[in-house]
């Protein structure tokens, strides 16, 4: 079955940085568009990035031109690289990937920005 497992979160100071992985397997991801989400506590859960199998990015507002967004289709992974992290992007990150109306999510990995 398609599984997705993020990981790079953990605790860092504003203005820090962070380099997310997702490691996905069961299918041939390279045609389909993958993303990352997250969610913080009492928020909604929103879009942070995503990418098309073709390498073209997207990125919400409140991150553009602070994060990365990067796929290696031959590794089945993805990265989101967060430079100049700030309190209000402490949050559960999720990759996902979407195959045409059926999408998939991974665990979350915990992202903390504070002093």
């Known amino acids: 079955q398609v599984h997705l497992v993020e990981s790079g979160g953990g605790l860092v100071q504003p203005g820090g940085s962070l380099r997310l992985s997702c490691t996905a397997s069961?299918?041939?991801?390279?045609?389909?568009?993958m993303g990352w989400f997250r969610q913080a506590p009492g928020k909604q859960r929103e879009l942070v990035a995503t990418i098309t199998g073709g390498g073209r990015p997207y990125y919400a507002d409140s991150v553009k031109g602070r994060f990365t967004i990067s796929r290696d289709n031959a590794q089945n992974m993805m990265y989101l690289q967060m430079n100049n992290l700030k309190p209000e992007d402490t949050a559960v990150y999720y990759c996902?990937?979407?195959?045409?109306?059926?999408?998939?999510w991974g665990q979350g990995t915990q992202v903390t920005v504070a002093s």
């Open positions: 996902n990937v979407n195959l045409d109306l059926l999408v998939f």
């Open positions: 069961g299918t041939t991801f390279s045609p389909y568009t």
